[in-house]
């Protein structure tokens, strides 16, 4: 499941073997680092860990970008709000930080995959949130914001610095916890339906694109 | 904090505890140095906003799986007091490891003065 870059190398010795890696999003790990009034769950995200680990996967948990640039008491925020040259180069910076680990386990044959956090103005796979009048200050409930197919800032920078390295896209998906009505069921049909599907378990074994 | 469910509780802990033994992280790229760094700044944000963090460590492990001698100097640049250590131990019984652990955990928190003031 998942890109390999090894071009189908022999499997080696048991410690030597591919492995199915999780690259999970900080925060399906540890809801502590949610925006203020945006934790589902005391801890980790106990689904997505289920699902993942019936499936054989390696969990690696990504770092947060929003939590070490604007803290744990930060309100919450649209894609355009962070869309800022400052947040983008701290999450390059990450991106460089974490890309040499993602590197080593494609290049040893492992199978990666990508989980993040669908509505998500920075680690949103499939979706993000948007509102790009959103600024001063806060007015919940009555704030309100659209959903938009696209990546989030983090995921668009862990990408880019992938690519730059000529490494291939790695399936993924977005739980999708911050779509406005979370449904714990549907996400979690939805994340097995990924992991299940026929494109996320062949992957690109074979043919993804190799660096020299 | 109306409709929020975090735990406010929250431990450090190693790859080896997380992970299966036999899926243990193979020879792969030290790309600790700036990671280190993003974690002390997290546990350094937590610690002081009212979370109780503790770390989890495995008797054996190289470093104990924490990597403590690089993190504990960074955390003390940013200062915050080390957080309670537990080392759990292969070796020993399962079930009195397990009652062992669990009497760490329930024994510490934040004082409950300080969990007025953050945790509303």
């Not at chain 1, 947060?64 to 709000?81: K, N, T």
């Not at chain 1, 499939?126 to 938009?148: A, C, L, M, V, Y």
């Not at chain 2, 904090?1 to 450090?12: K, Q, S, Y």
């Not at chain 2, 020879?27 to 600790?32: E, G, M, R």
Request: proline share 8%.
């Amino acid at each position: 499941m998942g890109r390999r870059i090894d071009r189908g190398r022999k499997r080696g010795t048991e410690q030597n073997a591919p492995r199915k890696v999780a690259l999970v999003a900080n925060c399906l790990l540890n809801q502590n680092a949610k925006v203020c009034q945006g934790a589902h769950y005391p801890g980790l995200v106990s689904p997505v860990v289920e699902v993942l680990r019936k499936r054989g996967y390696v969990l690696q948990q990504l770092p947060c970008p929003e939590l070490a640039f604007a803290g744990v008491r930060r309100w919450w925020a649209v894609y355009e709000q962070y869309d800022t040259p400052a947040y983008r180069t701290h999450c390059r910076r990450l991106a460089q930080a974490i890309a040499p680990l993602i590197e080593g386990y494609l290049r040893r044959g492992d199978e990666v995959i990508l989980i993040g956090l669908d509505g998500s103005p920075s680690t949103g796979v499939r979706f993000t949130s948007s509102k790009p009048d959103w600024g001063g200050r806060p007015n919940r409930p009555e704030d309100d914001w659209e959903i938009q197919p696209r990546r989030g800032i983090w995921i668009e920078e862990l990408e880019a610095e992938l690519a730059r390295r000529g490494l291939p896209a790695l399936p993924a998906t977005g739980w999708a916890l911050d779509m406005g009505r979370f449904d714990e069921a549907g996400a979690r049909r939805d994340l097995e339906q990924f992991l299940d599907s026929p494109e996320t378990t062949e992957g690109s074994r074979d043919d993804g694109p190799v660096a020299p | 904090m109306n409709g929020d469910a975090r735990g406010w509780r929250m431990a450090l802990v190693p790859d080896a505890l997380i992970n299966p033994p036999e899926q243990a992280r193979a020879a792969l790229p030290d790309v600790l140095g700036v990671l280190e760094a993003v974690i002390a700044d997290q546990v350094a944000e937590y610690a002081h906003h009212g979370y109780a963090v503790v770390a989890v460590g495995v008797r054996g492990e190289p470093g104990e799986g924490l990597h403590w001698r690089r993190l504990a100097p960074l955390l003390r640049h940013r200062g915050v007091a080390l957080p309670p250590r537990y080392l759990v131990r292969p070796q020993v019984d399962a079930v009195a490891e397990a009652q062992r652990f669990a009497a760490f955990l329930a024994g510490y928190d934040l004082p409950a003065e300080e969990q007025r003031r953050w945790r509303v």
